[in-house]
């Protein structure tokens, strides 16, 4: 069996660093901020209501210290969701499509539009109350290997899905 | 002999797997109910209260009334079809729900046959499709009728003639000869089986200990106190039994597992057929390996012997119960599992190594794990809780032999990974088999310039953690070449 194992030349090949990022919509921010309001004011909620009911607990330094811990995970929760924001964008090339997220946990995912099976577009009741929608590509190595991209404007979620549905097809017509 | 079936009809399932399709049913509910059903025989010896035990005894009857008719009914409103090249599924009488799988989404179709279907002449017919919709639909067929509507799927042609001597034309690549067998049943890897083992019987106790009055805990004491008094020879004893019950149950696993193996090579891609008593047939098509990837346990690798697997789409999705593994116990049989996919990378092929950095995190997790795991058992009054300090030796030991023997050799055309810790493990990737390609730095990777390089495929994942950033950059682009070009 003949076997050849040439040296990788990576020159010429286009690199991900040198693309033009499009950041996330800003009505991103206030989606997630009133999600997670609600489940907030359920966990101070559900806080108060166990240390109303278990005896020995009613005591006002231990619902100080407790509103204190709840008070600074709550306040650090909305900082990080601030911050990992000014970091989620997107970048369209030609063969394939790049999504930045992460604040702390970095990451970056590359999805060539030759391995997109289908794409959706879908938006909850706050997404649709503060025009944000999220695009999801489907390719075949399951859920870890789609990429989901937040807060894209409505005219631009459909475009984008509309444009990579077109790329599928003409991608398989090549083929 | 001869059977002519007609695919475009809608067909159901055989009336014979009604009794497979019942006993499935009944092993689910009782997996349920077992323990409700063991109380209801403790309190029928006591009878302290027999209107309880009419109430049990009702409730279980009913239960079993349900389940019998809900099958019969999900049975008996089965069917399937042949459509324009597409399978057609019709079923369910309280929700109807019609499935359609166009061929060219159906990554593989198996066929499987334990002790229980060979003596009803029928075959478990289980088709993969892939993504995150993914729907592994299964019913039972005869086993004319299966080969039939795999090789319609294959080779297309609505109306099938199934021949009996089909299989003659396909090239046997791997059998495995007794003295193989019994190697790779004695090789296994005997402490999974006791660990299993004692999980198991840990969990057993616990479920039982309504009706025994002693959790799993209760029984360590218990054994405390009965072999307080024993001789070093008794416990040596007992030590010694367990490990000869471990290891010949993982021996009788790996007989009933790899029994009658037989690998056979058709035009299209590999059929393989693995089983002593609970029969399970996998098709390969060549053309849907997306990784390849050959391990050896501990024992083994100085054999040398290698359980071979190959990564098809969907595969990641199901369980470890349904992929068979191949075991190579020649060298010889390495390049004809490696033809249709790509060759081995040769020794001297280029290849990137783990940063230092990663020994280093380890340090970190493992001193912050061992402290915190001394004084939580402090905490809870365990006396000998500085023993939980051999953790941070182990974990450190670990990390390095983790570190020194991660390889990722690179080639124009394909990544491959060796690593070893105990066992040995490699995975071969070629790199037009990308699907998508993720780049990740946590805090610690960031001040180093470090980076996980991770390569998703249709079968499952490669990982080449903790790399240099400008490297995992440079190999993602290479990636996405390969891949669009």
């Known amino acids: 069996m003949n076997f050849e194992n040439t040296g990788i030349s990576l020159d010429g090949i286009p690199s991900a660093e040198e693309v033009q990022w499009r950041p996330v919509e800003p009505g991103l921010k206030k989606v997630k901020l009133y999600g997670w309001a609600i489940w907030w004011v359920i966990i101070f909620m559900v806080s108060a209501a166990v240390m109303f009911f278990i005896p020995g607990l009613m005591q006002i330094n231990i619902g100080m210290a407790v509103f204190a811990v709840l008070a600074t995970l709550c306040w650090f929760h909305s900082f990080s969701i601030g911050k990992s924001l000014m970091y989620k964008a997107f970048s369209i090339r030609e063969h394939d499509i790049l999504y930045r997220t992460g604040w702390i946990f970095r990451s970056i995912k590359a999805i060539p539009f030759n391995r997109v099976q289908h794409c959706s577009v879908s938006a909850g009741v706050l997404g649709r109350k503060f025009e944000v929608r999220s695009i999801r590509l489907f390719t075949s190595g399951g859920f870890a290997a789609d990429v989901l991209i937040p807060g894209l404007n409505p005219q631009t979620a459909t475009d984008l899905q509309e444009w990579i549905l077109n790329k599928i097809h003409q991608d398989g017509r090549a083929d | 002999m001869e059977e002519q079936i007609d695919f475009s009809k809608p067909q159901r399932q055989p009336i014979q797997a009604i009794v497979q399709a019942l006993l499935k049913s009944f092993a689910s509910a009782l997996k349920s109910i077992w323990p409700f059903a063991l109380a209801y025989i403790f309190n029928l010896k006591s009878q302290d209260n027999p209107r309880k035990n009419t109430v049990w005894l009702i409730l ?360 070893s810790i105990f066992s040995k493990s490699h995975s071969l990737l070629r790199w037009d088999k990308v699907v998508s390609v993720l780049v990740k730095q946590n805090i610690f990777q960031r001040h180093r310039r470090l980076a996980t390089l991770v390569l998703f495929t249709g079968g499952g994942k490669v990982e080449l953690p903790y790399i240099q950033l400008s490297d995992a950059n440079r190999l993602r682009d290479y990636a996405l070449y390969k891949v669009e070009d």
Not at chain 2, 152 to 164: D, F, G, R, Y
Not at chain 2, 294 to 319: C, K, M, Q, V
């Open chain 2, 60 to 419: 279980m009857l009913g239960l079993s009334a349900f389940i019998v008719g809900y099958t019969l009914i999900e049975f008996f409103y089965l069917r399937f079809m042949i459509r324009d090249k597409e399978l057609v599924i019709k079923k369910g009488f309280f929700i109807k729900r019609e499935l359609v799988i166009p061929f060219e989404k159906i990554q593989a179709i198996h066929l499987d046959r334990d002790w229980l279907q060979r003596l009803l002449g029928i075959a478990k017919v289980s088709i993969d499709t892939p993504g995150t919709t993914h729907t592994e639909e299964r019913f039972f067929l005869t086993n004319s009728m299966a080969k039939a509507l795999r090789d319609a799927i294959l080779n297309q042609p609505i109306s099938h003639t199934v021949s009996e001597s089909a299989e003659e034309a396909h090239l046997p690549v791997i059998n495995l000869s007794g003295k193989d067998l019994f190697k790779l049943g004695i090789s296994a890897n005997f402490l999974k089986a006791m660990l299993v083992l004692l999980g198991f019987a840990i969990a057993r106790a616990d479920d039982l200990s309504g009706i025994t009055g002693k959790t799993s805990w209760d029984w360590v004491e218990w054994i405390e106190e009965k072999t307080a008094g024993g001789t070093v020879l008794l416990i040596a004893s007992g030590i010694t039994i367990i490990l000869v019950v471990s290891i010949l149950i993982s021996f009788g696993l790996v007989i009933l597992k790899y029994g009658n193996f037989s690998m056979l090579q058709t035009t299209k891609g590999f059929h393989i057929r693995s089983g002593l008593i609970n029969v399970r047939e996998k098709l390969v098509p060549f053309k849907k390996v997306q990784f390849i990837s050959w391990e050896a346990n501990w024992i083994r690798r100085h054999i040398p012997y290698y359980l071979f697997h190959f990564h098809i789409i969907g595969d990641h999705e199901i369980s470890d119960k349904w992929r068979i593994a191949v075991p190579v116990t020649r060298p010889a049989f390495f390049p004809l599992l490696f033809q249709h996919y790509h060759p081995e990378l040769p020794k001297g092929t280029p290849f990137l190594t783990m940063s230092g950095a990663y020994v280093g995190r380890n340090i970190l997790y493992a001193a912050v794990f061992s402290i915190a795991a001394i004084l939580i058992s402090w905490l809870l009054g365990w006396e000998q809780a500085l023993w939980l300090g051999v953790i941070f030796p182990l974990w450190v030991i670990r990390s390095i032999i983790h570190r020194k023997n991660f390889k990722a050799a690179i080639s124009t055309e394909a990544i491959q990974i060796n690593h």
